[in-house]
T-cell receptor, first 114, second 113 residues
Framework: NAGVTQTPKFQVLKTGQSMTLQCAQD?????MSWYRQDPGMGLRLIHY???????DQGEVPNGYNVSRSTTEDFPLRLLSAAPSQTSVYFC?????????????FGPGTRLTVL | QKEVEQDPGPLSVPEGAIVSLNCTYS??????FMWYRQYSRKGPELLMY????GNKEDGRFTAQVDKSSKYISLFIRDSQPSDSATYLC?????????????FGRGTSLIVHP
């Protein structure tokens, strides 16, 4: 099992550009989520999905879109990047809603918006 | 005031020491309490979680929750250099069906040989 994979590992964008952060898992997990981690702020939940076709907003959803067309994939889209979105982004998956089942985190994507 | 407060450290201890990591919180609605370990430039991994009050032990790790004081702790016995990492506490309140976790900002732990 590859676990949770994220691409790209690093990305530099200019303000206003759009991009998609990819997340995939091969554990047949229903629950997937996206977090951002900023210095001094801890992890914050952006969006989550309890299964294919179902997504919901987390704590900081503004500026981000998600969709879940398959169980395996959960991409995060930045429609118009802003410097405030400079952060490390983590995708996570689990069999069901945490903490009842262990969440497995990907290695992260380090995004810089200039 | 943040809902979850965690001293960022760093906390430096010699190998073999007992480590105490702590978080305080302000929202009494939190029911689940978790501890994650995060190595540098890696994603977090769940160490353990507790529901409501009490203690939970797993090997060298013990988690404690004191809801009356709104205080949670993670103890690491016989600490090893491989325990050097950032430790994140997180909490979930289940009111309204929402399971959005609130994380502390993490405590950096250094265990030196």
């Amino acid at each position: 099992n590859a676990g949770v994979t994220q691409t790209p590992k690093f990305q530099v964008l200019k303000t206003g550009q759009s991009m998609t952060l990819q997340c995939a898992q091969d554990m047949n997990h229903e629950y997937m989520s996206w977090y951002r981690q900023d210095p001094g702020m801890g992890l914050r939940l952006i969006h989550y999905s309890v299964g294919a076709g179902i997504t919901d907003q987390g704590e900081v959803p503004n500026g981000y879109n998600v969709s879940r067309s398959t169980t395996e994939d959960f991409p995060l889209r930045l429609l118009s990047a802003a410097p405030s979105q400079t952060s490390v982004y983590f995708c996570a998956s689990s069999s069901s809603r945490p903490p009842a089942d262990t969440q497995y985190f990907g290695p992260g994507t380090r995004l810089t918006v200039l | 005031q943040k809902e979850v407060e965690q001293d960022p450290g760093p906390l430096s201890v010699p190998e073999g020491a007992i480590v105490s990591l702590n978080c305080t919180y302000s929202n009494s609605a939190f029911q689940y309490f978790m501890w994650y370990r995060q190595y540098s430039r890696k994603g977090p991994e769940l160490l353990m979680y507790t529901y409501s009050s009490g203690n939970k032990e797993d090997g060298r790790f013990t988690a404690q929750v004191d809801k009356s004081s709104k205080y949670i702790s993670l103890f690491i016995r016989d600490s090893q250099p491989s325990d050097s990492a950032t430790y994140l506490c997180a909490m979930i309140r289940t009111t309204g069906g929402s399971y959005i976790p609130t994380f502390g900002r993490g405590t950096s732990l250094i265990v030196h040989p």
